[in-house]
């Protein structure tokens, strides 16, 4: 049931589409508006992802395989631009240059916003790999940059892919940071379109080809990734790789590419957020408005949370337990879901509740079920890894007692996997604690959570008094960086 549940929003799109018939569709689809919003998206796309794979496997090369001093802090310092959220990155850069915008502003925000998410998994897979590959090629008699670009970087292929397809789904269902820099891509025009006019079949035809595009990155990514084999059969000779020293000048110009991101990534963030906070000084902070929309982030993050990871838990067991072809199936309508932007599967449950569910149309229960279909993969992969850890001989043992499944599970496996719905519950916590669009269109009205609250400061070009919400989420945000940058360290066995 929750897996259909999933796929709520592509059939909701394919039904209006029915519905409206191919002569309006066509006339909505194909006209100018939507060409400029493609190749706006295709142009930020071709251009983002490069950088952002050059700058995350040149940073995971320096501070995996080489000798350069502080290596260690720059890895930390490469992963600390995920706890800003991007529209507060946006927001940092144009009160420090307001002339900035269009696709050279976007371009160059989303890559200091989403490289982590490319030199996480990169870094992680660099230190799993076995160095005994990178000495039969030296053994061939290939230079340092040949093994690099022929054995290191092919292995290195599903990390690129995967860390790749994480910021596509980014670039396409992010609003507030092209909002802000006045960069018109299909989720800021969906919006604009909802918001002035509800105009329903335009803004659901934006929100079919945005799901398109979705999906067709979904399958480029799969094309891509390939079916080539990374593992070995044997374990090896567990050794750790050997360092690269660079030379005095060598060394010098690399560490201009760490430090240029530190500063351009965290440190114009973080300086223009505390010049902000001293100039609107004690009284920015509207004592009980930030705390109002603190308390409301916190019962809804919570209360999603909590649904979400017990949601997952039967399609974790099942996937785990029962790995059949049907369930594999299902547990995939989760993930498909969940990789359209949340503006799509707002824009869903308002025209649902509108025409069939009106009693629960803008309430918390509208926006708890688009959380819940937008992050239940983070619970759901977090489970999947405490559930598979967990012997399924003590479930018999419990049901040989006089248990049911239902407390055999309860009692006994999910004590065992506590530790992962708790990680996969503070991922979604976390994630909700950032979420915007699918909050702006389904919040009941009063609602004002801490993002909610930063875009409306934002919106009135108060920048001082959206400081103090935009502090109070970047701070929310470090334990998920942390954990994302402990997790990487404990998975490559480090």
């Known amino acids: 049931m929750l897996s259909l549940l999933a796929l709520l929003p592509l059939g909701f799109i394919l039904v209006i589409a029915f519905q409206t018939g191919w002569?309006?569709?066509?006339e909505l689809?194909?006209?100018?508006?939507?060409?400029?919003?493609?190749?706006?998206?295709?142009?930020?796309?071709?251009?983002?992802?490069?950088?952002?794979?050059?700058?995350?496997?040149?940073?995971?090369?320096?501070?995996?395989?080489t000798e350069l001093p502080g290596r260690r802090i720059w890895s930390l310092l490469a992963t600390a631009p995920i706890a800003v959220p991007a529209f507060v990155h946006s927001y940092a850069w144009v009160s420090l240059t307001p002339s900035l915008h269009g696709l050279p502003a976007a371009v160059l925000i989303?890559?200091?916003?989403?490289?982590?998410?490319?030199?996480?998994?990169?870094?992680?897979?660099?230190?799993?790999?076995?160095?005994?590959?990178?000495?039969?090629g030296q053994s061939q008699g290939l230079k340092p940059w040949a093994v690099f670009r022929r054995v290191v970087l092919p292995q290195l292929r599903l990390?690129?892919?995967?860390?790749?397809?994480?910021?596509?789904?980014?670039?396409?269902?992010?609003?507030?940071?092209?909002?802000?820099?006045?960069?018109?891509?299909?989720?800021?025009?969906?919006?604009?379109?909802?918001?002035?006019?509800?105009?329903?079949?335009a803004a659901n035809m934006l929100?079919?080809?945005?799901?398109?595009?979705?999906?067709?990155?979904?399958?480029?990514?799969s094309i891509l990734r390939g079916k080539a084999r990374y593992a070995r059969v044997g374990s090896g000779s567990a050794r750790?790789?050997?360092?690269?020293?660079?030379?005095?000048?060598?060394?010098?110009?690399?560490?201009?590419?760490?430090?240029?991101?530190?500063?351009?990534?965290l440190g114009v963030p973080l300086l223009t957020l505390g010049s902000w906070l001293i100039a609107g000084g004690v009284q920015a902070w509207h004592g009980a408005r930030i705390l109002d929309a603190l308390q409301q982030t916190m019962v809804l993050a919570g209360f999603g949370a909590v649904l979400t990871t017990c949601a997952a838990i039967p399609v974790a067991w099942l996937s785990v337990r029962s790995p059949g072809r049907l369930h594999r199936l299902?547990?995939?309508?989760?993930?498909?879901?969940?990789?359209?932007?949340?503006?799509?599967?707002?824009?869903?449950?308002?025209?649902?509740?509108?025409?069939?569910?009106?009693?629960?149309?803008?309430?918390?229960?509208?926006?708890?079920?688009?959380?819940?279909?937008?992050?239940?993969?983070?619970?759901?992969?977090?489970?999947?890894?405490?559930?598979?850890?967990?012997?399924?001989?003590?479930?018999?043992?419990?049901?040989?007692?006089?248990?049911?499944?239902?407390?055999?599970l309860w009692r006994v496996t999910m004590k065992l996997a506590a530790p992962s719905a708790a990680a996969g519950a503070a991922l979604v916590f976390l994630g909700i604690t950032n979420e915007l669009t699918a909050t702006l269109l389904l919040s009941p009205s009063g609602t004002r959570t801490l993002a909610t609250g930063f875009w409306a400061m934002t919106s009135e070009v108060d920048y001082a008094a959206a400081a103090p919400y935009a502090l109070i989420m970047v701070l929310l945000s470090l334990p998920l960086t942390a954990l994302l940058y402990h997790q990487s360290k404990r998975t490559a066995g480090r």
């Open 29 to 65: 689809v194909f006209r100018p508006r939507v060409a400029e919003l493609l190749v706006n998206t295709l142009l930020l796309v071709l251009l983002t992802i490069p950088l952002c794979i050059v700058l995350g496997v040149a940073m995971a090369w320096l501070t995996e395989r």
């Open 23 to 26: 002569a309006t569709v066509s």
């Open 330 to 408: 299902l547990e995939s309508c989760n993930y498909i879901a969940s990789s359209l932007p949340g503006i799509v599967v707002a824009l869903a449950l308002v025209t649902i509740t509108i025409h069939f569910a009106q009693p629960i149309y803008q309430t918390a229960v509208t926006v708890l079920l688009a959380y819940l279909l937008m992050f239940l993969p983070r619970a759901l992969v977090s489970l999947r890894a405490g559930i598979a850890q967990a012997p399924v001989e003590l479930e018999h043992i419990a049901r040989s007692l006089g248990r049911s499944p239902a407390q055999a």
């Open 207 to 221: 929100a079919g080809v945005l799901a398109l595009c979705c999906l067709l990155l979904l399958s480029v990514e």
């Open 240 to 265: 750790e790789p050997r360092l690269q020293r660079l030379s005095s000048r060598i060394n010098s110009l690399a560490l201009l590419l760490p430090i240029g991101l530190s500063a351009l990534a």
């Open 110 to 136: 989303s890559v200091l916003a989403y490289f982590p998410f490319l030199y996480l998994p990169i870094a992680a897979s660099l230190r799993r790999l076995d160095p005994a590959i990178e000495d039969v």
């Open 159 to 201: 990390a690129i892919c995967g860390g790749s397809l994480l910021v596509g789904l980014h670039l396409l269902a992010e609003y507030g940071l092209y909002a802000m820099i006045r960069f018109d891509t299909f989720t800021t025009a969906i919006l604009d379109q909802f918001q002035s006019s509800f105009n329903g079949p």
